[in-house]
C-alpha cells in the first residue's frame, strides 16, 4: 500500500499509511479502518478503533502476524487484517 498525504483545515500535513507499514516501536495514532463490518467489530472489540494511539511492538517474518500494544494490552493480528488499519504518526515521530 503507497503511503497518503493530507492536508487538513488547518494546512498541516499527515502522513497515512497502513499498520503493516510501520516500524516496529512505532507509536501511531488509527485513522481508519478499511474493512467490512465483521472486520470492523472484531477490531472494535479488541480497542482499535479511530483515535486510539497504538504501538507496533513486533512482527513476524515472511508475512506472519503483527503485534501491538492497545491501551497496555498486547493483541496479535493476521498480516491481513493489520494491513486494513490506516494509522498516522503519534507526534509526528514515525520511523519509516
Known amino acids: ?7 487538513d483545515s488547518k494546512n498541516t500535513s499527515t502522513l497515512l499509511r497502513c499498520l503493516t507499514e510501520c516500524s516496529t516501536g512505532d507509536k501511531v ?3 481508519s479502518v ?3 463490518r465483521g472486520a470492523k467489530q472484531r477490531l472494535a472489540n479488541l ?3 479511530p ?5 507496533k511492538s513486533r512482527a513476524a517474518p515472511f508475512r506472519g502476524p503483527v503485534e501491538v500494544i492497545v491501551k497496555g494490552t498486547n493483541i496479535v493480528l493476521g498480516r491481513g487484517l493489520a494491513a486494513k488499519v490506516i494509522v498516522e504518526c503519534a507526534n509526528g515521530k514515525c520511523t519509516n
Open 1 to 7: 500500500m503507497e503511503k497518503i498525504m493530507t492536508i
Open 29 to 31: 495514532i488509527v485513522s
Open 34 to 36: 478499511n474493512a467490512g
Open 47 to 49: 480497542g482499535i478503533v
Open 51 to 55: 483515535g486510539v494511539e497504538i504501538q
